[in-house]
C-alpha cells in the first residue's frame, strides 16, 4: 500500500530562520498532497496542499514543492516565528489519503 | 461556524466496557472519517464513511466499529475497548472524497484504557 515518509522527525530553528520539511511517497497514482499543521491541544488543519499538475505552490511565507518523477515533495517556511511552532503533517492522496508520521518544528526567538 | 464536534473530549475507561466516541458535522460534507494518533505513528486511519450507509475500513479498524445512519454523525464505537486502544483520536469530514479535498479535523478525543 502507499507509504508516506516525512523526515525530519523533529526540527529547531531561529527564527528569522527558515524550516525545510520533506516527504516521499511510493503509490505513482497520487495526486494531491495537502500539509497540515496540528497546535497543542487541537486537530490538524490544512496550510497549504498542491496537486500533481502543479509543480510549486506559494502562499506567504509558506511554499510547496512537488516532484513527481522523484515522488517527493517539501514545506518550505520562511522566516520563522514563535507561532509557526507545531507539529507539521505531510500527505498523499489516492486511493485514500495517507498521512507521513510528523514533523514537530519548534522556533525559538 | 462550520466545525466537526467530537465527545467526549477526555475519556478514562476500563478494559472491556463499551465505549462510544460521537462525531458530527455541520457542513453538509458526505466524507466522513476516523483516524487515531500515537506518537512516533503519525495519523492512522481506523474507518471511512462515503455517504450515509457508506463505511469500509481504514488501515487500523482492528476493535473498532462505525455506523453512518445520517449524513452528520459518524460515531466510533469501541465494543470490549483493550489498553492497546489508548490513544488520540480525531474524526474528519470533508466535501467529497477525503483523499483528494481538505479535511476538516474535529478537537480530538483522548482515551486512556486502563
Known amino acids: 500500500g502507499e507509504n508516506v515518509e516525512q523526515h525530519p522527525s523533529t526540527l529547531s530553528v531561529q527564527e528569522g530562520d527558515s524550516a525545510v520539511i520533506k516527504c516521499t511517497y511510493s503509490d505513482s497514482a497520487s495526486n494531491y498532497f495537502p500539509w497540515y499543521k496540528q497546535e497543542l491541544g487541537k486537530g490538524p488543519q490544512l496550510i497549504i496542499d498542491?496537486?500533481?499538475?502543479?509543480g510549486e505552490k506559494k502562499d506567504q511565507r509558506i511554499a510547496v514543492t512537488l516532484n513527481k518523477t522523484a515522488k517527493h515533495f517539501s514545506l518550505h517556511i520562511t522566516e520563522t516565528q514563535p507561532e509557526d511552532s507545531a507539529v507539521y503533517f505531510c500527505a498523499a492522496g489516492g486511493t485514500a489519503l495517507i498521512f507521513g508520521k510528523g514533523t514537530t518544528l519548534s522556533v525559538s526567538s | 461556524e462550520a466545525q466537526v464536534t467530537q465527545n467526549p473530549r477526555y475519556l478514562i475507561t476500563v478494559t472491556g466496557k463499551k465505549l462510544t466516541v460521537t462525531c458530527s458535522q455541520n457542513?453538509?460534507?458526505?466524507?466522513m472519517s476516523w483516524y487515531r494518533q500515537d506518537p512516533g505513528l503519525g495519523l492512522r486511519q481506523i474507518y471511512y464513511s462515503m455517504n450515509v450507509e457508506v463505511t469500509d475500513k481504514g488501515d487500523v479498524p482492528e476493535g473498532y466499529k462505525v455506523s453512518r445512519k445520517e449524513k452528520r454523525n459518524f460515531p466510533l464505537i469501541l465494543e470490549s475497548p483493550s489498553p492497546n486502544q489508548t490513544s488520540l483520536y480525531f474524526c474528519?469530514?470533508?466535501?467529497?472524497?477525503?483523499?483528494?479535498?481538505?479535511?476538516?479535523f474535529g478537537p480530538g478525543t483522548r482515551l486512556t484504557v486502563t
Open positions: 457542513m453538509n460534507h458526505e466524507y
Open positions: 498542491i496537486r500533481s499538475n502543479v
Open positions: 474528519a469530514s470533508s466535501l467529497g472524497s477525503g483523499s483528494f479535498n481538505e479535511q476538516y
